[in-house]
């Protein structure tokens, strides 16, 4: 079983930065590819980052390419979201996933956390 737990969310105002992080234990997640989604009120759940388990491979949606970093710490199974430039309408619940393939997890990850609330202020 896998476990993720998301960290850092909170309030910020437009324009500003949060560093969002996810604590993942069980089975062997250090070799496992690891995202963030988002899910804004009212809308479907988003794809929004993706690294390979090694790190030398990262995606990003086209939304948030150039303010938005994904990284991840192995020796701590943990990965963060960096955020940067953040607007209103990037308001949502965000989570974090994890799925043994780096082709897959952009789609239909298999584990997932509960989310944490990112609000951004006008």
């Known amino acids: 079983q896998v476990q993720l737990v998301e960290s850092g969310g909170g309030l910020v105002q437009a324009g500003g930065s949060l560093r969002l992080s996810c604590a993942t234990s069980?089975?062997?997640?250090?070799?496992?590819?690891k995202g963030w989604f988002r899910q804004a009120p009212g809308k479907e759940r988003e794809f929004v980052a993706a690294?390979?388990?090694?790190?030398?491979?990262?995606y990003y949606a086209d939304a948030v390419k150039g303010r938005f970093t994904i990284s991840r710490d192995n020796a701590k199974n943990t990965v963060y979201l960096q955020m940067s430039s953040l607007k209103a309408e990037e308001t949502a619940v965000y989570y974090c996933?994890?799925?043994?393939?780096?082709?897959?997890?952009?789609?239909?990850?298999?584990?997932w956390g509960q989310g944490t609330q990112v609000t951004v202020s006008s």
């Open positions: 996933a994890v799925e043994v393939s780096i082709s897959v997890i952009r789609t239909t990850p298999r584990y």
């Open positions: 069980g089975r062997t997640v250090s070799t496992y590819a």
């Open positions: 690294i390979s388990w090694n790190g030398g491979s990262t």
